[in-house]
């Protein structure tokens, strides 16, 4: 069982850039998938990126080319920079937990979630 939380949300204007940070507490970081969801108000939660534990990396097509997500083992850390934020990316931010191979479109799979952190994009 993991505890996960998430910092580094914020507001930016359109084409602007934050990284998201999620660091987890408990044992066997290493062998479970990481990945970055969000939930926009009156949509459905969806993936965006997703690192598997082999180091494999999954992205929502809106997020292929301007998002990047990395993990450190080492620290039970995750990241999420977002590049040419646009206003479509804005809403609630969740790192999760899944199965050791996992991709992005996988969220019902993903068990342990972070408690969010807003990312606001105006134009």
């Known amino acids: 069982q993991l505890q996960l939380v998430e910092s580094g949300g914020g507001s930016v204007q359109a084409g602007g850039s934050l990284r998201l940070s999620c660091v987890a507490s408990?044992?066997?970081?290493?062998?479970?998938?990481m990945g970055w969801f969000r939930q926009a108000p009156g949509k459905e939660r969806e993936g965006v990126a997703v690192?598997?534990?082999?180091?494999?990396?999954s992205y929502q097509h809106s997020a292929k080319g301007r998002f990047t997500i990395s993990r450190d083992n080492a620290k039970n850390a995750l990241s999420l920079q977002m590049n040419s934020l646009q206003p479509e990316d804005t809403a609630t931010y969740y790192c999760?937990?899944?199965?050791?191979?996992?991709?992005?479109?996988?969220?019902?799979?993903?068990?342990?979630w972070g408690q969010g952190t807003q990312v606001t994009v105006s134009l």
């Open positions: 690192i598997d534990g082999d180091g494999h990396t």
């Open positions: 999760a937990a899944g199965p050791f191979y996992s991709t992005y479109d996988d969220v019902n799979d993903f068990a342990q």
């Open positions: 408990g044992d066997l970081y290493s062998s479970y998938s």
